[in-house]
């Protein structure tokens, strides 16, 4: 009888082993630094922690001041520049342009927005190739401090930043392949503001 018990006993906690220890072992790998996955479903290089952006001593081509959410309220698809805007810079913005055309019905939940930082701004080219881009001057010294949120390679980047004003990652224009525009889908549908 006793006997019969201790295997009782062992068969249960070998039972209750088999079923516990996957989840102890995942949540240790999960929340433990033993191991992280290399990879990441985004095609863009991530901008950890995600930086709050303040939009202040941003100005029109006209002169006139920007809201103060100007960044908010939609996606924002950021790239920086000289206002004259060259060759790199004109490729760059065709590209951001195509892929927010390319969400069709979700496009509206992206704004794209162009911060020169001087010379500001080519607005007959901008009108004229690019209706709806919101330029920006960003040469001023009290606009420097949003400048310096962003990285420093920003050269061939377009930034993401999120309806909260968030700026959260940058693709590089050179490679115009599909990963900005699936990255903006997955964004679009996960989220639920913008």
Request: proline letters at 5%.
């Amino acid at each position: 009888m006793e006997d019969s018990r201790r295997r009782g006993r062992r068969v249960l906690l070998l039972l209750a082993a088999m079923f516990l220890l996957p989840v102890v072992v995942a949540f240790s790998l999960y929340y433990g630094d033993l191991w992280r996955p290399a990879g990441s479903a985004s095609k863009g290089e991530l901008i950890t922690p995600p930086r709050p952006l303040n939009a202040a001593g941003l100005r029109h081509a006209d002169g006139t001041a920007a809201a103060a959410e100007v960044l908010q309220g939609k996606w924002t698809l950021i790239y920086i520049g000289d206002g004259a805007c060259d060759d790199a810079c004109r490729q760059a913005l065709v590209f951001g342009r195509q892929s927010r055309l390319a969400l069709n019905n979700e496009m509206t939940r992206v704004q794209r927005v162009f911060l020169a930082t001087g010379n500001c701004c080519a607005s007959d080219y901008f009108n004229a190739e690019h209706p709806g881009l919101v330029a920006l001057d960003a040469s001023s010294a009290e606009a420097q401090a949003l400048l310096a949120q962003f990285p420093p390679e920003r050269a061939r980047g377009l930034f993401i930043v999120d309806p909260l004003g968030n700026l959260m990652m940058r693709h590089d224009t050179a490679q115009t392949d599909k990963g900005l525009l699936s990255d903006l889908k997955k964004l679009l549908k996960l989220s639920h503001i913008g």
